[in-house]
């Protein structure tokens, strides 16, 4: 017999997304269980995203987890597209009225938010198993998991999947229900992680015909760079001086060099654009990467999680302080209309500095011409800005 457990809100996943949430709740006097499959120290040490919009750098310092990406952070208000082996500097400050964003890695988030949990006596139970999820159709939803031998039984108001794109969530919710929405790009990324000052202060997206480099980094000390590559590349075919190489190659500019220095990651990542509509069932609701996935070209994953669960955190306590379901019925609409904004930059990013296998001449003529367009108009220049820094919250 399962041992019961009671909560406002179980959440499943301690992600972005989901610790957020979990925290945002918290402040509201709201109860939250999060079941988590692996380890806290694989979540934290997990190498994931690194850039920070201007509002989610707002809400981290709001809610009191926000002391170290101030202190560690490296704040950015521009960033450059390099092509024809020039670079353009796009000036968010310039042209958002002053916004920017942080460099400061998912995984650090993640450590602040968890540091943040413990001290306020969050439940966030790591190293769960066999986690299911069950009468969210009803008004008593539960999500049964075992840990340390032992099964339990989570009784709630609410669930949140929160539980990222391989989680259990979505597929939970009943057949012919949800729609998706997918797109498979047909090239990844090669990134590493070198042990090598960046060679620039802000973050560097090239076109180059041999295919797409990005420059970004972790600290001053440590560089993070990407270059497009097959979606199946075997990465073993790939040693530290051929990528480096490579990276030479794709970001030349004049009068400038790039640092090598020991690579101390590397890995190959497929790029997606996915989207589930609606993002709630019953008493569960999706967020973050269980309902959407991005390609990284835009920088929006963690982003879009975090809004996410902004609208959900809102919509909740709105139940809690008045029983009105109000904002939760609109939870999908609302956080839908900001997705496919999103989705609509990311794949406009990818699709603007990257080659394509299929591509013909007029395609890179056409690729050209955008990206001379957006470092020479004002007006073009603000749409890439104003997206980057990321879009008002409604
Ligand atoms: N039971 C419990 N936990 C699970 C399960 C499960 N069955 N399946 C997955 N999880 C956990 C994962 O281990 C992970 O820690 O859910 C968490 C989901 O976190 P993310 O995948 O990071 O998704 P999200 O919180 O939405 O954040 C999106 O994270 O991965 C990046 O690129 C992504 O930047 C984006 C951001
Ligand atoms: C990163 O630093 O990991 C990064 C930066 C910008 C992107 C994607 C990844 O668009």
Not at 112 to 127: I, K, M, S
Not at 147 to 155: P, Q
Not at 249 to 255: D, H, I, M, T, Y
Not at 367 to 386: C, G, I, M
Request: net charge negative; glycine share 10%.
């Amino acid at each position: 017999m399962p041992t019961s457990l009671r909560t406002q809100v179980g959440i499943v996943g301690a992600g972005p997304a989901g610790l957020v949430l979990s925290h945002l709740l918290h402040l509201q006097g709201i109860d939250s269980v999060v079941v988590e499959c692996r380890s806290r120290a694989y979540v934290e040490e997990r190498v994931r995203a690194g850039v920070l919009e201007q509002g989610t750098v707002n809400l981290l310092a709001e809610i009191g987890v926000g002391e170290r990406m101030k202190a560690e952070g490296l704040v950015h208000y521009g960033i450059e597209l390099r092509f024809g082996g020039r670079g353009h500097r796009i000036d968010f400050q310039e042209l958002t009225g002053g916004k920017g964003i942080t460099i400061y890695a998912q995984h650090e988030v993640l450590k602040d938010l968890n540091n943040a949990r413990v001290a306020t006596g969050g439940q966030v139970f790591f190293e769960v198993e066999d986690v299911s999820v069950h009468d969210f159709d009803g008004a008593r939803p539960k999500i049964r998991y075992r840990k340390d031998g032992s099964d339990y039984e989570l009784h709630c108001d609410f669930i949140a999947g929160c539980d990222g794109f391989h989680g259990i969530c979505r597929p939970s919710i009943p057949v012919g229900v949800l729609t998706e929405y997918d797109r498979v790009y047909p090239f990844g990324w090669l990134g590493i992680l070198a042990d090598a000052p960046p060679s620039s202060e802000e973050l560097v997206y090239t076109y180059h015909d041999r295919g797409f480099a990005l420059l970004s980094m972790r600290t001053p000390q440590i560089s993070r760079l990407y270059l497009q590559c097959n979606p199946d590349e075997d990465i073993d075919a790939w040693d530290d001086e051929r990528i480096w190489q490579e990276l030479h190659v794709r970001l030349s500019s004049e009068g400038w060099g790039l640092t090598e220095g020991p690579i101390l990651q590397k890995g190959i990542t497929g790029m997606r654009s996915f989207v589930v509509e609606p993002m709630q069932y019953g008493r569960l609701f999706l967020a973050g990467d269980s309902a959407h996935i991005v390609p990284p070209t835009g920088a929006k994953g963690l982003n879009l999680a975090v809004a996410d669960v902004q609208v959900l955190a809102r919509a909740l306590a709105r139940f809690y302080a008045t029983g009105s379901q109000c904002l939760l019925n609109k939870y999908s609409h609302t956080c839908l209309r900001r997705v496919w904004k999103v989705q609509r930059f990311s794949w406009w990013m990818t699709s603007m500095l990257h080659r394509f296998p299929d591509e013909k001449p007029f395609d890179h003529r056409r690729q050209l011409a955008e990206l001379d367009y957006v470092t020479s108009s004002r007006a073009a220049a603000t749409t890439l800005a104003e997206n980057y820094v990321g879009l008002p919250m409604e």
